[in-house]
């Protein structure tokens, strides 16, 4: 008899145990079913705005095109080329050089040359910029501001006297088509550097190893890409890589020049992209490592100038005639000392720097004073002490 209930009470439990599992199925299969059907309303929805928006997007590239047709078509109505396009600055270059005048021949040669790049917030917000500090190098579409001959830009091609060929200082003034160089004189003015990104704060970029003078405006920025920027096995001319033609045997500085930087040091530090004297006293070597003279203050006789008497005297050279292959460097001012040697000028940072060059190409930086060419004034200027932190 126990052995008959014990069998009644299993089967009792089998039931219940049974019916409890057909319940929980039907209760799970029920929430499928509901969670089948709102997934599948959900990727209806989705598909459905995606259509809309692809829709949307196609209509709009028509609408541009249609427009880019209507007004290409009212400009041949009204005999007009449609030849230019709206393109405006998106910020402008506050460097260390502050005139043409020595402004490197091309990018990364002078390594401690800084620049900051303020954009403009009404066109650039500071997001554009997120992401930017993790490249190393950063590329710098500008424009050829300073050149001599923009009022070329507005005549027609039949009379602009375009110069095909320009020359070159590594051929020692010898021409090469101006597509050959990066000379500043082009159809389009519109120059391509390379430079160390250094820090980025707000709407404000700073920039090491530039070729950039003071004003600079910028078109556009890009990240620099070694996997597909840097070509293995590039090929260049042997004219390009003869650099030693470019360089100076020595340089050096007078034995006063030290108290005069001081002295300016007390009046420019607070304006000034440099922590220290010292550092701007390396700057100097490294920008007066290169010839940074014109080929026709290379090239002119010492007595070319004596005629023209004593006092700071211009090169009045077309820069057309005077190609620098990199940043326009132009023409720097000379003035002949009463020792009858030819003294030149580096305007760096708001400061003069004068020095001799001999012959056989050994620099001495003589000394320095603050500069009128290029007055800060009560400009807004980035310094040293906005950046220190993150240069650290």
Known sequence: MASSGCSILALAVAAVFSASSAISFYIWKK???ESDSKMKE????????LEKCAAERQGRIRAQQALRKAIVAEAKSENLEMTSYPMAPIGIIQSCFSTRNGTPRQPLLVPLARACLVFDSARVPPASLEGLEEYSHCWIIFVFHLNTDLEKLWK???KSKFKAKVRVPRLKGGRMGVFATRS?????????TVAKVEAVQGNMLLLSGVDLVDGTPVLDVKPYLPYCDSIEGAVVPNWVTVDSILSVASVSFS???????????KAMENKSLYSSPD??????KQVLSWDIRSLSQQNRPHDNLLKTGNGDTSDNTSDLDDFQDGEASGQGGEE??????????????GMDFSYEIDCNGNVIVEKVHLSSVIPFGNQKRCNYLMWKDKLK
Do not use: M, T
Request: hydrophobic content about 40%; aromatic content about 8%.
């Open 184 to 192: 500043p004189h082009r159809p389009c003015p519109i120059g391509l």
């Open 42 to 49: 959900l990727q209806k929805s989705l598909n459905s705005a």
């Open 336 to 349: 002949l000392a009463a020792s009858g040697e030819v003294i030149y000028h580096l305007i760096l940072d």
């Open 156 to 158: 027609h091609p039949s």
């Open 279 to 284: 550092e701007l006293k390396s700057l100097v």
């Open 31 to 33: 929430k499928w079913v």
């Open 255 to 265: 034995d006063d020049f030290s108290s005069s930087l001081q002295d300016c040091w």
